[in-house]
């Protein structure tokens, strides 16, 4: 066997993902469709995050790239070679999982340096020495992966995929284990690695946090599919529709009913007002109107613009911003404690503070007030 020679960077490579699916049959259970069709091009050296809530299928979608899982159909190509049918070690991927094997008797230098030896790689010494300085597990060296902590193994095994400078890298939930501090600070350093080396990357995430301040691009996944892929911009901006709406952006965006209003352009939310809206849905069709926090504007009293009429419920101050709860006029009141249909999260600008019981007006751009079918959740564009 030849062993391809191992000086980073490496010409970055593309990964495409056609049709693929994946079915899993299991004796005395039905089938399951865990994976139900994803198309995904990724360009070379670009890092793209696979978001979505548990059980949509993320890390199947990713052990299938790896060659871990077998594909029920569908192709799998890095680069313009299709990989569908290799065996994992032949893909040329890093992989970092959960779980996946640290050998056990070797300590944590030896674990790191083994795939380096495999491929006769120079240097291995002072690249092992590197990468553990990078992902603060140099005092661990020495140490065997009984001994750690899950944190700790997450660094690691972190480490043992980005040291061979991969051309595809492969991350499922990489940072999920790590404490707020330091998940900052791996999340930053493996962002600079990334873009140092250039590895085309997917990385496995359910927190949207992550997925935005490390991709380029972000999938958002449920129940199989692809719903959207998109900058992280054009996912918070222009959602496909009211999973992804809800899914993508904290606070989350504030959806209640309405009614697209005569002539169109507008849509009515019961006796709270108007808003403006782009969708061209036609006038009469009922809706559900999406708005995010970052998107209301408050309007001041005797402006001619379309508003909602809201009473302030609670203020917090956040620093950069403040986030007002706010009951809109006319609405069912809002269950005792939650959200409720009447109820809009408003995000202010810093230093404005809004009292408990002032009333408002909140409007709204025309292209953030998005409309959705009441029953698919479709867009109405
Ligand atoms: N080996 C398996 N056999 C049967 N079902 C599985 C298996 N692995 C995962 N699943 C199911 O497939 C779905 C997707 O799982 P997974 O890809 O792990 O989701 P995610 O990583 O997004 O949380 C889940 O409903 C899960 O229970
Ligand atoms: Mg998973």
């Known amino acids: 066997m030849t062993a391809a020679p191992d000086t980073a960077p490496r010409a970055a490579r593309s990964l495409t993902l056609r049709n693929l699916h994946k079915t899993y049959t299991a004796r005395g259970r039905e089938p399951f469709a865990a994976v139900r ?34 594909v029920t159909s569908g192709e799998v190509l890095i680069g313009d070679r299709a990989v569908t049918d290799l065996p994992p070690g032949r893909r040329d991927v890093g992989v970092g999982f959960e779980g ?6 070797l ?19 002072p690249r092992v020495a590197a990468i553990a300085e990078r992902l603060e597990i140099t005092d661990l060296l020495d140490l065997r992966p009984a001994g750690l902590s ?8 972190l480490a043992r995929a980005l040291v061979r400078n991969p051309p595809v890298l492969l991350l499922d939930e990489p940072l999920s284990h790590l404490d707020a501090g330091q998940r900052q600070r791996v999340r930053r350093e493996l962002k600079v690695l990334q873009r140092e080396f250039g590895y085309t990357t997917i990385v496995v995430t359910h927190d949207q946090l992550e997925a935005l301040s490390l991709a380029d691009r972000m999938a958002v996944m449920d129940g199989g599919v692809i719903r959207q892929f998109g900058t992280p911009d054009e996912v918070f901006d222009d959602p496909a529709d009211r999973f992804v709406a809800d899914f993508v952006g904290e606070p989350s965006i504030n959806l209640v009913g309405g009614t697209v209003a005569d002539g169109g352009g507008a849509v009515r939310i019961g006796g709270a007002g108007t808003l403006p809206t782009a969708s061209r849905a036609r006038a009469g069709t009922r809706v559900q109107v999406g708005l995010r926090p970052q998107d209301c504007e408050l309007v001041g009293r005797g402006s001619a613009r379309p508003a909602l009429s809201a009473t302030v419920g609670v203020f917090e101050y956040l620093m950069e911003f403040g986030l007002a709860t706010v009951d809109l006029a006319g609405q069912d009141p809002p ?29 709204a751009r025309p292209e953030h007030v998005h409309l959705f079918d009441p029953g698919t959740g479709e867009r109405l564009r």
Do not use: H
């Not at 300590?107 to 491929?119: K, Q, T």
């Not at 809009?344 to 007006?361: E, M």
């Open 37 to 70: 069709g994803i198309d995904l091009a990724v360009e070379p050296g670009e890092m793209v995050a696979l978001l979505g809530p548990s059980g949509c299928g993320k890390t199947t979608t990713l052990r299938m790239i790896a060659g871990l899982e077998t």
């Open 335 to 363: 269950e005792a404690g939650g959200g409720g249909p009447g109820r809009f999260v408003v995000q202010t600008p810093g230093g404005a503070s809004l009292d408990p019981g002032a009333p408002v007006l909140i409007g």
């Open 100 to 105: 996946y094997a640290l050998y056990p008797p």
């Open 150 to 157: 899950s944190g700790q193994k997450q660094r690691v095994a």
């Open 107 to 125: 300590s944590v230098r030896e674990n790191l340096a083994y795939g380096l030896r495999a491929r006769r790689a120079r240097d291995v010494g």
